[in-house]
């Protein structure tokens, strides 16, 4: 029997710093994807349970090596939800196809709001790629949003324009000291903060991350493992500057709750899967099956590398950058996706062996069942 976990990361008043490829210290990003979530979990898991546990893990897992290996379970990326109220709002990425319904029109006068919608509300997002799909009175909601009218329409209601509202980024200053010389020299950080409220002592999260976990077959010790690591991890911090005391969350370890159930098991047979995490494969015979058709295909590709956290050498050393597909991809069959060898040459022998162990990256995906418009299946 299959289990599905949902697990919030309540950051509290804690600042975070979410490093991206290609951006500097004083910028974030606002959560987590999948590959870097995986990683400081699978250090924190491998620091409490010890080596032979962790190998033992990641053995169970497709590989490049082993293709055939089915994973003992898949993660999506972090994304944002909000308290309001006696609800709580899940953000997922709009799938980078157009929704069930959308209009035919090639110059829509809200086609800019739209785009910029990069992510939808749990029950906009069933709505629109599970059920009735776009709607008039979403088109007109749209087009008030672009011309800046108040509306009180579904989608407003919802939460579908206030996604920025659940946190601020901003900067701060840092000193850095030379070993030797003692020069000092100042930079900024960019950190987010997600909305907290203070009711005596106590500290509420307001909004944060959460991702889903799924495993194929139920196995409860397993999930009690992975949860004490995760709790350990949210002690040490997950991100950057965790030395400041940046990244500490507590953790919520829910099962999946009611409104989530019909979305990832829908009663209707649909034809599409949209990941919510990053999905990696060079077997060319999955990929083909994946974007041979154009038409029943949309990604995007995005580069992932960054510096191995700790490094058995004592040296600091970058993995190999890898390319991915990313959260909102749509394909015409299910992504399964494998671990990817990000060994720097540097921890390889002349024979190919490994120095001190393996460095993967995650590439299994996770997505959810989709439809998409017959009128209109093109990237965008």
Not at 67 to 75: A, E, G, R, S
Not at 207 to 212: H, K, P, T
Not at 246 to 266: C, M, Q, T, Y
Request: some cysteine; aromatic content about 14%; overall charge negative.
């Amino acid at each position: 029997m299959s289990d599905w976990k949902l697990v919030k990361l309540n950051f509290g008043r804690n600042y975070a710093h979410f490093g991206e490829v290609g951006i500097g210290m004083e910028e974030t990003g606002d959560r987590v994807r999948s590959d870097t979530l995986f990683s400081a979990w699978v250090s924190t898991y491998a620091r409490l349970f010890e080596k032979d546990a962790v190998e033992e893990l990641l053995a169970q897992f497709p590989t490049e090596k082993n293709p055939k290996h089915l994973p003992l379970f898949q993660l999506s990326s972090t994304f944002i939800y909000r308290e309001e109220g006696d609800r709580t709002i899940y953000y997922l990425p709009r799938p980078l196809q157009f929704p069930i319904d959308y209009p035919k029109d090639n110059d829509l006068d809200f086609f800019k709001t739209y785009k910029k919608l990069n992510y939808l509300p749990l029950e906009v997002w069933q709505r629109w790629y599970q059920g009735e799909g776009f709607t008039k009175s979403d088109r007109q909601e749209l087009i008030d949003q672009t011309n800046k009218k108040e509306s009180d329409g579904l989608l407003h209601k919802a939460g579908t324009f206030d996604y920025s509202k659940a946190y601020k980024i901003g900067q701060e200053p840092k000193i850095a000291v030379d070993r030797i010389t003692r020069a000092t020299n100042l930079y900024h950080t960019g950190f987010v903060q997600f909305q907290w409220k203070q009711n005596g002592n106590e500290i509420k999260s307001l909004s944060g991350l959460y991702f889903l976990v799924y495993f194929p077959e139920k196995q409860e010790q397993l999930a009690a493992n992975l949860y004490a690591a995760l709790y350990l991890l949210g002690e040490e911090g997950l991100g950057g500057e965790r030395s400041s005391g940046a990244g500490r969350f507590e953790v919520e370890w829910l099962d999946l709750p009611a409104s989530w159930k019909n979305i990832v098991n829908p009663p209707q047979a649909l034809t599409h899967y949209c990941s919510i995490g990053l999905f990696w494969d060079n077997d060319p015979a999955n990929l083909n099956q994946l974007i041979t058709d154009k038409e029943d295909t949309a990604y995007e590709i995005i580069e992932r590398g960054g510096w191995i956290s700790s490094s058995p050498s004592g040296h600091q050393l970058r993995r190999k950058m890898v390319r991915m597909f990313a959260e909102g991809s749509v394909f015409p069959k299910q992504p399964l996706g494998k671990l990817v060898d990000v060994t720097p040459d540097e921890f390889i022998t002349r024979e190919g062996e490994y120095k001190y162990h393996p460095i993967y990256r995650c590439g299994i995906g996770l997505s959810l069942p989709i439809k998409i418009s017959d009128s209109s299946k093109s990237k965008h």
